[in-house]
């Protein structure tokens, strides 16, 4: 697998993010970071998130697209658009439940130019672990299958971090 990587747009108040090969929580800090930053400016219209090009996607970035869906409802946007033509993939948002919180598709709806690749963030390690949790908190609360899935991993993250 391609190690993954994280490209963002921003073109007449669209929003976009593209994640490419193996997109692990060694993003998360360059995502999270990217979300909160880009969700702040005023101009956001609409989210659309690509995946057609995903070969993998960990539960901890997985949990950060599903903020972005909370957060862009809380400000009142149109629920984000989320392409997937993995089925591999694509199951997995089904699972998870973020089939509620975006509208799924199997097809890019067209072509996106001037991505440029977020920066990489550079965070402690508790740091990293605090995302991870709230990451997982936040596919927790989508449905109660999460909730199950997840439940024994937060809790051990949250006991490792306490001590």
């Given at each position: 697998?391609?190690?993954?990587?994280?490209?963002?747009?921003?073109?007449?108040?669209?929003?976009?993010?593209?994640?490419?090969?193996?997109?692990?929580?060694?993003?998360?800090?360059?995502?999270?970071?990217?979300?909160?930053?880009?969700?702040?400016?005023?101009?956001?219209?609409?989210v659309?998130i690509?995946?057609?090009?995903?070969?993998?996607?960990?539960?901890?970035?997985?949990?950060?697209?599903?903020k972005?869906?909370?957060?862009?409802?809380?400000?009142?946007?149109?629920?984000?658009?989320?392409?997937?033509?993995?089925?591999?993939?694509?199951?997995?948002?089904?699972?998870?439940?973020?089939?509620?919180?975006?509208?799924?598709?199997?097809?890019l709806p067209?072509?996106?130019?001037?991505?440029?690749?977020?920066?990489?963030?550079?965070?402690?390690?508790?740091?990293?672990?605090?995302?991870?949790i709230?990451?997982?908190?936040?596919?927790?609360?989508?449905?109660?299958?999460?909730?199950?899935?997840?439940?024994?991993l937060?809790?051990?993250?949250?006991?490792?971090?306490?001590?």
């Open positions: 697998m391609q190690e993954g990587s994280i490209y963002s747009a921003f073109v007449d108040g669209s929003f976009v993010l593209k994640f490419v090969g193996d997109v692990r929580l060694t993003l998360c800090a360059s995502l999270d970071c990217h979300l909160e930053k880009t969700l702040a400016e005023p101009q956001v219209t609409d659309l690509d995946l057609t090009q995903a070969e993998g996607i960990d539960s901890t970035s997985l949990g950060l697209i599903a972005l869906s909370i957060k862009a409802n809380k400000l009142s946007l149109p629920k984000p658009t989320l392409v997937s033509t993995n089925p591999d993939i694509t199951r997995i948002l089904y699972t998870m439940g973020f089939d509620h919180i975006f509208l799924l598709m199997e097809e067209g072509s996106v130019q001037d991505l440029q690749e977020l920066p990489m963030v550079q965070e402690s390690v508790e740091e990293m672990q605090q995302r991870i709230s990451a997982h908190r936040v596919l927790m609360g989508l449905n109660e299958s999460n909730r199950e899935a997840f439940k024994d937060v809790s051990t993250l949250e006991s490792v971090k306490e001590k």
